[in-house]
């Protein structure tokens, strides 16, 4: 493990749960946000404005499984976003991040009501009574539009590597046709972000999107924002993330949350280096082993060579000494003559 992971520098570190949503997930935060989705989204679709939505997406049994996304939004244009941020491998993490996405589809077919009302009210910027509402409500629609689909988009940042995933930074998958790669329904979008596979230095970030994302996986370990950091967004990210900066809630949050990640960390190193141990004696037995076996094979062989050559030189046939030896006929051919 890097020193460095232990470290405590001047600004939160984004890897963990209260690092994360402070940085992104309060309303001071939103426009750092929008301007992260509108970098990794560009060239589809930018946003405007958005608002975040109860975070909390109840299960329907005790049986079920409920969601706490870390971030969940609504933005102006109609679309939703959930926004989680993965710390440590687990076990069908992919499974999961399916599971989230169907959830937050299948909810806007459940709560069209409360959909409608929340798109109004970004577009209004004032929410609307159910007073209001109901007159505004449209008679009933037929069918096929209940099922109208707003577009889901799934962003996971990933502090570890998933082995279902290809070995590189960023992975975008669609629902598209297997042979030709169109895509079928536009409405289901997952971006997968791997920051180990991110290695760019800051002098070779370019785009605000490299920054952004060179600055979130280093910023942990820095007094100040690099001098190469001169955008507006960078001085905007330095007030919110900076620890000294944190109300008394939120710091006790933050210490609990950083004492969790490094001890995360810890135990991590430990289960690597425990598995590297162990692989390395379990490495040196199988050689021992396979050398003895491989040794006992070459002192047996050499053995049946001498006894041929003993019992032809006692003019024993050829059938008879393979007979007596183990060996083939051939065998026993080459190894006298030769």
């Known amino acids: 493990m890097n020193n460095m992971d232990l470290t405590c520098g001047h600004f939160v570190n984004p890897f963990t749960d209260i690092g994360f949503k402070i940085i992104f997930g309060q309303p001071a935060s939103k426009e750092l946000l929008i301007t992260l ?191 190469a950091l001169k955008e507006q967004v960078f001085s905007r990210l330095e007030e919110l993330a900076a620890v000294a900066n944190l109300s008394l809630e939120d710091r006790i949050a933050y210490d609990k949350a950083l004492d969790r990640y490094r001890v995360s960390r810890i135990v991590e190193e430990d289960a690597r280096e425990a598995g590297w141990k162990k692989g390395l004696a379990e490495g040196r037995a199988e050689g021992r082993a396979e050398g003895l076996a491989e040794g006992l094979a070459e002192g047996q062989a050499k053995e049946k060579v001498a006894i041929a050559r003993n019992l032809k030189s006692l003019g024993l046939s050829t059938a008879q000494i393979a007979q007596a030896t183990g060996l083939t006929e051939e065998e026993v051919e080459s190894t006298v003559n030769s």
Not at 138 to 144: A, C, R, V
């Open 37 to 227: 989705l509108n970098e990794l989204l560009a060239g589809e679709h930018r946003i405007e404005n958005l608002i975040f939505l109860d975070k909390e997406n109840h299960s329907d049994s005790m049986a079920d499984a409920g969601i706490i996304y870390d971030l969940y939004c609504l933005t102006d244009t109609g679309e939703y976003i959930i926004v989680e941020m993965q710390n440590r491998f687990h076990s069908s993490f992919l499974d999961r991040t399916l599971f989230y996405m169907c959830r937050a589809i299948g909810r806007q077919v459940e709560n069209l009501r409360e959909k409608r009302r929340k798109e109004r009210e970004l577009q209004t910027g004032k929410p609307e009574t159910e007073e209001d509402f109901l007159l505004s409500e449209p008679m009933q629609e037929n069918y096929g539009s209940r099922y109208k689909l707003s577009t889901v988009y799934g962003i996971f940042l990933m502090n570890f590597r998933e082995p279902g995933l290809e070995e590189k930074f960023r992975t975008d998958t669609v629902i598209a046709d297997r042979e030709s790669g169109k895509v079928v329904n536009p409405h289901f979008r997952q971006i997968f972000l791997q920051f180990p596979y991110f290695t760019k230095e800051l002098k070779d970030c370019e785009t605000l999107y490299d920054k952004l994302i060179y600055t979130l996986k280093n910023m942990q370990h820095w007094n100040r924002m690099p001098d």
